[in-house]
Structures are given as C-alpha cells and as structure tokens.
C-alpha cells in the first residue's frame, strides 16, 4: 500500500524560509510524478507545485520564484522549499502522487492518485 507523509510545516514571520518533505512508502517514488497543493481556510484547495520524474518542473504564479520543488529519488523523498513566505502562504499543504504518467507535470488534482495527510504552515505578519 502507497503511503505519502508530510513533514516540515510550521509557523514562522513573514520573510522566513521552511522546507516540506514528503516521503513515499509502499513504492519507489522513481515511477511518480508529484505535486504539491495547499488549502487556506475556507478556501479551494490550490496547486502549488509538481515535478515529474525527470525534474521538469511547474509552479503556480504565485509562488514563483519563491518555491523550489526538487526529488530524492534515493531517498524516496519529495521537497518543497518555500522562500520569502508571506501571510497569504497558510495553508495545509499537501503531497500527491501520480501514479500512471511519471513524466506528467498537472495542476489538476484530480491527475493524482495518492494523498498525504498534510502538514500545517502558518506564516504570521
């Protein structure tokens, strides 16, 4: 059974930095594409990032050139290093895993087949 944890969140001020990890059990992440997403309070859930198996990349407008998605494939981890946080950015953020196309780079979280349970991140003016 695939399994998905995320780790990583917190609360910081305004301008600071923090890394998301999220490791993969039950298989090897090599054979995902993944994704990042996050939801505010009373908000939609949003896409932030995805990185397919290769490296390509994608970013929602805004969050880039703030966030970083990168893999470890040999540590069957994915991260999301968040820069220059901003209040807007509180949000539970989630991992996904697309199971079928590795070298698929999609927004639509309706592409991902795995979830994780999130992780809080809570950014204070």
């Known amino acids: 059974q695939v399994q998905l944890v995320e780790s990583g969140g917190g609360l910081v001020q305004a301008g600071d930095s923090l890394r998301l990890s999220c490791t993969i059990s039950?298989?090897?992440?090599?054979?995902?594409?993944m994704g990042w997403f996050r939801q505010a309070p009373g908000k939609e859930r949003e896409f932030v990032a995805a990185?397919?198996?290769?490296?390509?990349?994608t970013y929602a407008d805004s969050v880039k050139g703030r966030f970083t998605v990168a893999r470890d494939n040999g540590k069957n981890t994915v991260y999301l290093q968040m820069n220059s946080l901003k209040p807007d950015d509180t949000a539970v953020y989630y991992c996904?895993?697309?199971?079928?196309?590795?070298?698929?780079?999609?927004?639509?979280?309706?592409?991902?087949?795995?979830w994780g349970q999130g992780t809080q991140v809570t950014v204070s003016s």
């Open positions: 996904a895993a697309d199971r079928g196309h590795p070298d698929r780079i999609t927004s639509w979280g309706t592409d991902y087949d795995y």
């Open positions: 039950g298989r090897t992440v090599r054979y995902y594409a």
């Open positions: 990185i397919n198996w290769t490296g390509g990349r």
